[in-house]
């Protein structure tokens, strides 16, 4: 991702679509890795999904260690994040994460 925006100009706009966005993860990995790499860009993101219940968990952005999205996608959203990058993407208070607020500006969900 950051090599695809490398080249762009300083301040420009990007859309980017996510298709199958389930409870997020894959959303707010993509808006870490090009925020923390370019913070100058203008980034809107169109998250889609079939699941109603996915897209609230997903735009909610919260989630719990012991609850983060597993009975909706079968697996725990922690557990291919490095510590680094879990402290990086989300505000934790106890056991439960939040994505930080700059992430989760400039989504449109459906």
């Known amino acids: 991702m ?14 980017v679509a996510i298709l199958g966005c389930s409870i997020g993860a894959e959303v707010y990995s993509v808006l870490w ?6 913070p ?14 996915a897209l609230q968990v997903a735009e909610r952005a919260v989630y719990t260690r012991a609850n983060s999205g597993s009975r909706l ?3 725990s959203l922690f557990e291919r994040l490095t510590p680094e990058e879990s402290h990086a ?9 939040t994505v930080k607020t700059w992430l989760r500006a400039g989504i449109s969900w459906h």
């Open 2 to 15: 950051r090599r695809l925006i490398a080249p762009l100009d300083h301040g420009a706009s990007v859309r």
């Open 33 to 38: 890795t090009i925020r923390s790499g370019r």
């Open 89 to 97: 993407i989300f505000d934790w208070q106890g056991e439960t994460a």
């Open 40 to 53: 100058d860009l203008d980034l809107r993101v169109c998250a889609v999904d079939v699941s109603r219940d």
């Open 73 to 75: 996608v079968g697996s």
